[in-house]
């Protein structure tokens, strides 16, 4: 007879108190670094998005896209495995790109599960480098991610994804035949789209509030005024704004703590964020 009550299996999920504190990872995957904010910790873990299988380098996650799901596990496994907290499993709040899809969220979920989380949730990265700098959310707000490998102009109202683009073309393309001006002039054409065919004229009111710069090529000059001068708008490069999205996803795990009802959906995108 198989008794009542025996041993719990080995990787079962206790029910989780959120009356105590919640050990959390803020984790943003970039083609070309990867960055993680563990909660208890001031500084934030920066490395380049490589793993190694014997003498040899590979890139997992390449222009937005996770290639290599394993390797990608393989690679945060080296940088957090060892920093996990004592205190349970984590709660993983994770930024995706604004197209990634439901594709992109499954390899990355299925990636970090090396972590061994309580939860994993998700936020476009464009709303997480927003709340970095507590952006207004309720109007309709325009942040262009100038990264590595893609460039993405996104549009955000009442705090959600109402219309995005990108393109395969980032810093890591710049040289004598590919000019800072291209990367500008990619920007300025994806937000042109969006003008022509924007019903509510939300795009028009964004631009007129100015647009978010974020992402490595926020430092640029070079691509910043050209971008001001052909968008006739002003454009505010955030602070540090290569890191601005895992700041803002760090931001949101006390969002987590103060609503545990965001964990059954998986998806922090509607959630306000609380004080830190």
Same mark, same amino acid.
């Not at 793993?51 to 390449?62: D, L, M, R, V």
């Not at 990636?111 to 709303?127: C, D, G, K, Q, S």
């Not at 109202?157 to 395969?168: N, Q, S, Y």
């Given at each position: ?13 206790r ?25 208890? #910790?001031?500084?934030i ?8 299988? *014997? ?31 004592r ?18 969220? =499954? ?7 090396? /972590? ?10 464009? #709303? ?9 959310l309720?109007r309709?707000? +325009? ?6 490998? /893609? ?7 009442? *705090? ?6 990108? =393109?395969?073309?980032? =810093?890591?393309?710049?040289?004598? /035949? =590919?000019?800072?001006? #291209? ?16 019903p509510?004229a ?6 007129r ?21 052909? +968008? ?19 931001? +949101? ?24």
């Amino acid at each position: 007879m198989t008794p009542a009550f025996g041993p719990r299996p080995p990787f079962a999920r206790r029910p989780w108190s959120w009356s105590r504190p919640c050990c959390g990872i803020a984790v943003d995957l970039g083609s070309a670094r990867t960055r993680a904010w563990l909660s208890g #910790r001031r500084t934030i873990i920066d490395v380049p998005t490589v793993t190694f299988q *014997g003498a040899a380098s590979a890139y997992p996650i390449q222009r937005g896209c996770i290639v290599d799901t394993p390797g990608t596990a393989r690679m945060l496994h080296r940088m957090l495995g060892h920093r996990l907290p004592r205190c349970g499993r984590p709660v993983i709040i994770l930024t995706t790109p604004v197209l990634g899809g439901v594709a992109y969220r =499954t390899e990355a979920r299925a990636a970090v599960e090396i /972590l061994r989380p309580r939860t994993v949730l998700t936020v476009p990265t464009a #709303r997480a480098a927003a709340v970095s700098v507590d952006a207004d959310l309720i109007r309709p707000l +325009l942040v262009v991610d100038l990264g590595a490998h /893609l460039t993405e102009v996104t549009l955000l109202a009442d *705090g959600a994804v109402v219309d995005a683009r990108h =393109t395969a073309l980032g =810093t890591i393309d710049l040289d004598r /035949l =590919t000019p800072a001006a #291209r990367i500008a002039d990619a920007a300025v054409a994806m937000v042109t789209t969006m003008l022509e065919e924007d019903p509510g004229a939300q795009v028009s009111d964004a631009l007129r509030r100015g647009a978010l710069l974020v992402g490595g090529g926020a430092l640029r000059p070079d691509i910043t005024y050209r971008l001001a001068r052909r +968008l006739d708008t002003p454009v505010r490069p955030v602070p540090a704004p290569h890191t601005a999205a895992v700041r803002g996803a760090a931001r +949101l795990l006390q969002a987590v703590h103060t609503h545990p009802s965001a964990a059954a959906g998986g998806d922090v995108t509607r959630m306000r964020q609380g004080p830190v």
